[in-house]
Each structure stands twice: as C-alpha cells, then as structure tokens.
C-alpha cells in the first residue's frame, strides 16, 4: 500500500486554479457589500453605484460561490479518488479534512469575520458520503434537486416561517442584526468573538433550509465533474463539454439575466404573478446561476488553450492556488478598514467604490501570492491544512521556482 501525501504542486491543474482564482475575485466583490453592511440596501442615485449595482447582480452575485462551491466539491471528489486509488481508507481521511476544514471555519468566525463560509463547507461535505458509490447519473438527478427543490419549497412564506421557528423567532433575527452592527460600530476588538459567534448562528438560522441543501447540491456537480475528469490536462480531453458548457451557459444565463432585470425594475411585477409565478421565479434565479457558472467555467477552459490567454489568466492562478490564505486575509484587511477596531469604515463606500477597494485588494493579493510562491510550496494556511489531514509536516521550501512562478 503505497504513502498518501498531498498532490505534490507540479502536478497541479492551471485551469482550477484559475477558476479558484477568479471564484475568489468575485467573492470579495460581493463580501464587500456585506463588510460595510449595506445587505440589501438600494444604490444612491449616482450613475457609477447604480452600474456597478447592475454589474453586481446579472454577473457577480452567488455567481462566484457558485463556482467555489463546485470547485470544492471536485476537489473532494479528487482526493476521494486517490484515497481510493491508493487502496487507503477513504471515510478517515476525508473527515479529517472536514474537520480541519471546520476548525479553521470556526477560528476565522470567532478572530475575524462572522460571515465565514467554510465551517459549512465542512459541514454539507459530510453529505458527499453517501453518493460516493452512487452513479454520476444518480449524482446528477440528487444535485439538481438540492439545488432546486429546498429553495422552491422555502421561499413559500409559511415554510419560510415554519424552518426558522425551529431555532428562534422570526423577530429574534432583526435583534441578532443590531446587535452585530452595534459591535461592528464598536472601538474594541474585545468580545467580538462572541458577537461574531452567535450571529453566525442567528444568520444559518434562518436559511439552513435551503443553504446546505443549495451548497450540497453544487458539490455534488463539482463531484460529477472530478469523477468524469474534466479537467484532466487542464480540460484539453473535453474541449467539447467546455464548448457547450460556454454555448448553452452563455444562451440560458443571458435569457435569465434579462427576466432578472425586467423583475428588479418592475416590468414584470412579482405580486401579480401569484404564488405559482413567483416560485417559478426561483427555479429562473436557481437556472441563471448554473448557467452563467457553466458559462464562465467554459469560458476560461477554452481560453486557457490559448497561450496568449493563458498567460493573462493565469495571473489570478497563484491565489487559486492557496485558497484559504486568499480568503482569510481578506477578512483580515477588510475588517480592519470598516470595523470600528480598526478605520470605522462601515456602510461609508458606496458599490462602486467597494468594486474598486476590491480591485486594488486583489491586486495587491495577486503580486503577494506569486512572491510567496516562488519560494514557498503552499499557502500557510494550505500547509497548516495538509499537516492536519496527513498528521505529518510537509516541506514547506519550494526547492525550485515553480513554473509561471519566477523560473
């Protein structure tokens, strides 16, 4: 039986880490919103809050954790199968990234950030086991509903009502709000954590219904995708599936977006429609978010054929490659420039002005993570992350520059 050890970096695949990449661009862009806590809030009338409002909703918004999500399923689909094809344990080494998945989440809630994804990323990947001897069609057919079903069924307001009096009172979620803002607000660092804590709670609360269910199902297409290796040799064995990803994406994501746009402007009236109409509208969002993420995988999978194009790309591949890192440190920045501990910044930048933070953020994340890798093999949170799932120490000192890396 031979040693399992992590994929030793040259046998990376480029085009997932450019997708990770550019997953992680776009989640910044729209985390940014929720750092200056301007949730649901409208654009003022200036010209370049209400475009980038618009850019937003039709290209950015759960487009990005839509495409992180899938990629962290194909990634556990990918580590299920070495595990399998090294005769190792599967169960016991997947946990134990589950759960180290799921301490970093709760450290990174409780230090820095309440909004932090991967705790219940550790959590919906539990759901993975049970379709791991299942067929890809039955992988399919089980995605698609998660992905559809929970978030039908829950926007009915009664079972709205009804899956979040299981833990608290509708009322208890508006107080669970005040209170984080006030903390926000607040000169000290001190006792954030449990403010941090308990509104992380509050917010699952009230959406676990449909958000484990809506995470699990995407999961379960990254997992169909790592099991038929699409991405083998960076996708060049399946340049058709990308094509028609791109077509077909490109075509539903467009006539998705436009019914988007006539329902936020009001040319197609939400009320009128009735109850039927509007769940309707919900399999039309759930649809244009598969959509325009196929597309946009499609996409970077072909232009990545390109040597011009995969140059450009393959600036963002470095923060792809060390994804928590990326993610982690964004917290850290970005509740320093609007949390009352740090520059007080909060619900001060409007939309567009948050795109561009978010562009200079990343910016300056893209020359940090190349310089760190061409020194270093992993991210120190990816080395502190494989120490925990393979109980040894891995060498952290790249020997050489890596490729596309200072060689």
Same mark, same amino acid.
């Given at each position: ?280 509208? $919900?399999?039309?969002?759930? /649809?244009?978010? &598969?959509?325009?993420? *196929?597309?946009? !995988?499609? +996409?970077?999978? #072909?232009? @990545? ?45 409007? $939309?567009?002005?948050?795109? /561009?933070?978010? &562009?200079?953020?990343? *910016?300056?994340? !893209?020359? +940090?993570?190349? #310089?760190? @890798? ?34």
């Amino acid at each position: 039986m031979s040693e399992l050890v992590p994929v030793p970096p040259r046998e990376r695949m480029v085009t997932l880490d450019v997708l990770r990449g550019f997953a992680l661009c776009g989640v910044l862009i729209v985390n940014m919103v929720v750092y200056n806590w301007r949730i649901g809030a409208p654009p003022d009338d200036a010209l370049p809050n209400q475009i980038a409002h618009w850019f937003l909703i039709i290209f950015v918004l759960s487009k990005a954790q839509t495409l992180l999500t899938i990629l962290f399923g194909l990634g556990f689909a990918m580590q299920l199968m070495r595990a399998e094809e090294r005769g190792e344990p599967v169960t016991g080494l997947y946990l134990r990234r589950l759960a180290a998945l799921m301490v970093f989440g709760l450290l990174h809630i409780t230090l820095l950030w309440w909004g932090d994804v991967t705790w219940s990323y550790a959590v919906a990947g539990l759901g993975l086991l049970p379709f791991v001897r299942v067929s890809n069609r039955a992988r399919v057919i089980w995605a698609l509903g998660f992905v559809f079903v929970p978030s039908v069924v829950t926007s009915i307001p009664a079972v709205s009502s009804a899956t979040i009096r299981v833990f608290m009172e509708p009322a208890e979620y508006g107080a669970g709000m005040a209170r984080m803002v006030r903390a926000i607000h607040g000169p000290s660092h001190a006792g954030l954590w449990w403010e941090h804590l308990r509104f992380a709670l509050v917010f699952m609360a009230a959406v676990y219904a449909s958000y484990f269910p809506w995470v699990l199902g995407r999961f379960l297409l990254g997992y169909v995708a790592g099991r038929l290796r699409w991405f083998a040799d960076d996708g060049a064995g399946h340049l058709p599936v990308f094509r028609r990803l791109a077509s077909w994406g490109g075509a539903i994501a467009a006539v998705t977006a436009a019914i988007t746009v006539m329902t936020k402007v009001g040319w197609i009236p939400l009320p009128a429609l009735g109850l039927g109409g509007q769940l309707g509208m $919900v399999v039309v969002h759930e /649809a244009g978010l &598969l959509a325009t993420t *196929s597309f946009y !995988v499609g +996409l970077v999978v #072909l232009l @990545l054929q390109r040597p011009r194009w995969r140059r450009v790309l393959a600036v963002v591949a470095p923060m792809g490659r060390m994804p928590l890192t990326t993610y982690f440190t964004q917290s850290l920045v970005c509740t320093f420039l609007f949390y009352g501990w740090g520059l007080g910044w909060i619900d001060q930048v409007g $939309v567009a002005a948050g795109i /561009a933070l978010s &562009l200079v953020i990343l *910016s300056v994340q !893209v020359v +940090l993570s190349q #310089l760190w @890798l061409r020194w270093f093999r992993f991210g120190p949170f990816e080395w502190l992350w494989r120490a925990a799932v393979y109980w040894k120490v891995p060498p952290m000192r790249a020997r050489a520059p890596l490729p596309g890396h200072g060689s």
